[in-house]
């Protein structure tokens, strides 16, 4: 089975920043990559940023360049999101999610699991 787990979500003013972790147990840590995507209210879910378990290889959401970092530690199954000099419009639930063969990374439709997401809120 696999499980993805957020954590380090929470409320931060304009400017600031928070990491987010994501934990993998079961298969998912022995994919292809791994993501992070965000929802707010009444939008779809937009990709934020992905990374390849094997290279370490990064990508980035337009809206995120230059200002989140995804990272990855294989040794403790884990993936980081970096977020800095947030925005009020980076405010959504934050989700991690699994993929297990190679595909598209920013559609989330190509990821087989998906973590239960945390809440971000940034004031202005």
């Known amino acids: 089975q696999v499980q993805l787990v957020e954590s380090g979500g929470g409320l931060v003013q304009a400017g600031g920043s928070l990491r987010l972790s994501c934990a993998a147990s079961g298969r998912a840590f022995s994919g292809e990559a791994m993501g992070w995507f965000r929802q707010a209210p009444g939008k779809d879910r937009e990709y934020v940023a992905s990374?390849?378990?094997?290279?370490?290889?990064?990508r980035y959401g337009d809206s995120v360049k230059g200002r989140f970092t995804i990272s990855r530690d294989v040794a403790k199954n884990t993936v980081y999101l970096q977020m800095n000099n947030l925005k009020p419009e980076d405010t959504a639930v934050y989700f991690c999610?699994?993929?297990?063969?190679?595909?598209?990374?920013?559609?989330?439709?190509?990821?087989?699991?998906w973590g239960q997401g945390t809440q971000v809120t940034v004031s202005s």
């Open positions: 990374i390849s378990w094997r290279g370490g290889t990064a």
């Open positions: 999610a699994s993929q297990s063969f190679y595909a598209a990374p920013i559609s989330p439709n190509n990821y087989q699991y």
